[in-house]
């Protein structure tokens, strides 16, 4: 078995979004990466234009207007996908998300990125980080758990996701 690939995380600047752009162009279902926008399923003005402002949005972090921050996932120096942490209603607990690009799935990379953005979550002082995700979705459903997830089934299909980080000021 091969060693897992460096795996860090960048800040989306517009160079690195112009790649990121790039990738979910060639390598990820448009459903995967945006909501359903325009007309047809596929890759359109609209969605491109969403993501590109959402990105620049989440540029801010987390105590900018959005209240979230996405990273680039960089597998070996190049862009494998993106992850993010959002603000919650709920005190102390972020929400987390993370799309990659079909040919780095299955390779570990999900993972370490989860990891990693598990790191920063502490860091900026969150106590949990929760996630969603489907049923149908066993790698998400696997990493999630791998990270330490409590995970809870609704009959709709949906999977919520639960990482406690710390259990808050001793």
């Known amino acids: 078995m091969s060693?897992?690939?460096?795996?860090?995380?960048?800040?989306?600047?517009?160079?690195?979004?112009?790649?990121?752009v790039d990738i979910a162009r060639l390598d990820a279902a448009p459903d995967e990466v945006t909501p359903p926008l325009g007309h047809g399923t596929g890759w359109n003005t609209e969605r491109f234009d969403w993501f590109r402002a959402y990105h620049r949005a989440a540029a801010a972090g987390l105590d900018g207007p959005a209240g979230e921050k996405s990273w680039v996932v960089l597998c070996a120096g190049k862009p494998a996908g993106s992850i993010r942490l959002k603000r919650t209603a709920q005190a102390n607990t972020a929400e987390t998300g993370i799309w990659l690009a079909r040919s780095y799935r299955g390779r570990g990379v999900g993972a370490a990125a989860l990891k990693l953005v598990l790191a920063e979550a502490r860091v900026a002082g969150f106590w949990r980080v929760t996630a969603r995700t489907?049923?149908?979705?066993?790698?998400?459903?696997?990493?999630?758990?791998?990270?330490?997830?409590?995970?809870?089934?609704?009959?709709?299909?949906?999977?919520?996701?639960?990482?406690?980080?710390?259990?808050?000021?001793?």
């Open 3 to 20: 060693p897992s690939p460096e795996i860090r995380l960048a800040d989306v600047d517009e160079a690195m979004l112009a790649l990121l």
């Open 134 to 170: 489907t049923a149908a979705n066993a790698g998400a459903r696997r990493i999630l758990a791998a990270a330490g997830a409590i995970l809870t089934h609704d009959d709709g299909g949906a999977v919520s996701a639960a990482v406690e980080l710390s259990s808050g000021p001793e």
